[in-house]
Structures are given as structure tokens and as C-alpha cells.
């Protein structure tokens, strides 16, 4: 995919809740991201879209390419594409994206793609 991209993940951490839990919930959907610590989140970022890879074979695997392209739809604003999964889930190792429009809590992992191109991306990520 052509033209500038740039993958953030922010995850809160709850003061109940574990930084290393919070840091393999992260590892276990985008192995290899690098997380620092600001204040009461752990963010990444990846200058490639690389590292969504392994979110885009378990779209493909299990089989949720349809429900994920309308959740990812929602998230394009402008230059990006964000959207939200359930931590707990990713702690699993599984995928469950978060509607903002229905769930409120726990906090879930964000991801911000910036790009030329969000529409692609969601393209990529569910085909």
C-alpha cells in the first residue's frame, strides 16, 4: 500500500489492573510493537502496517471479515482510521473489536492508522 502510513496503539492501564497483563494482551494481537509508558497508558507505534498483520488473519480466520469492515467503516475520520479492541479478549489472544457505541467500560485497546489511504486499509484489513 503506497503513500504515507503510521499505526498507533494506545492501551490504558486501570489501576486494578496489571502493566504486564496490559503489555501481553497488546504483544499477543501485535507481536513485536515496542510499548512505552505515558502517564496511565502504554502506547506503540510502527511507521508499517506490518504490524496488524496477525489482526488480519484472525479477521480472516474467524471468519468476521463482514461485521469487521462495518465497525472499521465507522472509524475513518479524515486522514485515519481508528478503532477499538476489547482488552480482554486480546489477553486471550483473540480479536473482538469494541463498538464505542454500545460498550463503555473497560477501556479498550485504540488503534489509529494515519494514512492517505483509511479506506484501503480497511480494505486490506478485511479482505
Same mark, same amino acid.
Given at each position: 500500500?503506497?503513500?504515507?502510513? $503510521?499505526? +498507533?496503539?494506545?492501551?490504558?492501564? $486501570?489501576?486494578?489492573?496489571? /502493566? +504486564?497483563?496490559?503489555?501481553? %494482551?497488546?504483544?499477543?494481537?501485535? &507481536?513485536?510493537?515496542?510499548?512505552?509508558?505515558? +502517564?496511565? =497508558?502504554?502506547?506503540? +507505534?510502527? &511507521?508499517? *502496517?506490518?504490524?496488524?498483520?496477525?489482526?488480519?488473519?484472525?479477521?480472516? $480466520?474467524?471468519?468476521?471479515? $463482514?461485521?469487521?469492515?462495518?465497525? *472499521?467503516?465507522?472509524?475513518?475520520?479524515? =486522514?485515519?482510521?481508528?478503532?477499538?479492541?476489547?482488552?480482554? %479478549? %486480546?489477553?486471550?489472544?483473540?480479536?473482538?473489536?469494541? =463498538?464505542?457505541?454500545?460498550?463503555?467500560? &473497560?477501556?479498550?485497546?485504540?488503534?489509529? /492508522?494515519?494514512?492517505?489511504?483509511? *479506506?484501503?486499509?480497511?480494505?486490506?484489513?478485511?479482505?
Amino acid at each position: 500500500m503506497a503513500g504515507r502510513v $503510521a499505526v +498507533e496503539v494506545v492501551a490504558p492501564v $486501570a489501576c486494578t489492573e496489571s /502493566v +504486564e497483563k496490559v503489555s501481553q %494482551a497488546v504483544s499477543r494481537i501485535f &507481536p513485536g510493537l515496542t510499548l512505552r509508558r505515558v +502517564e496511565d =497508558d502504554l502506547i506503540g +507505534e510502527s &511507521p508499517s *502496517l506490518d504490524i496488524l498483520e496477525r489482526l488480519r488473519m484472525q479477521v480472516r $480466520a474467524r471468519r468476521i471479515r $463482514a461485521s469487521a469492515r462495518t465497525i *472499521l467503516m465507522k472509524g475513518v475520520v479524515g =486522514d485515519s482510521l481508528i478503532f477499538y479492541i476489547d482488552k480482554q %479478549a %486480546a489477553y486471550m489472544g483473540r480479536v473482538s473489536f469494541w =463498538d464505542p457505541m454500545e460498550r463503555h467500560m &473497560p477501556r479498550p485497546l485504540m488503534v489509529r /492508522v494515519r494514512t492517505d489511504r483509511p *479506506l484501503d486499509v480497511v480494505e486490506w484489513l478485511t479482505s
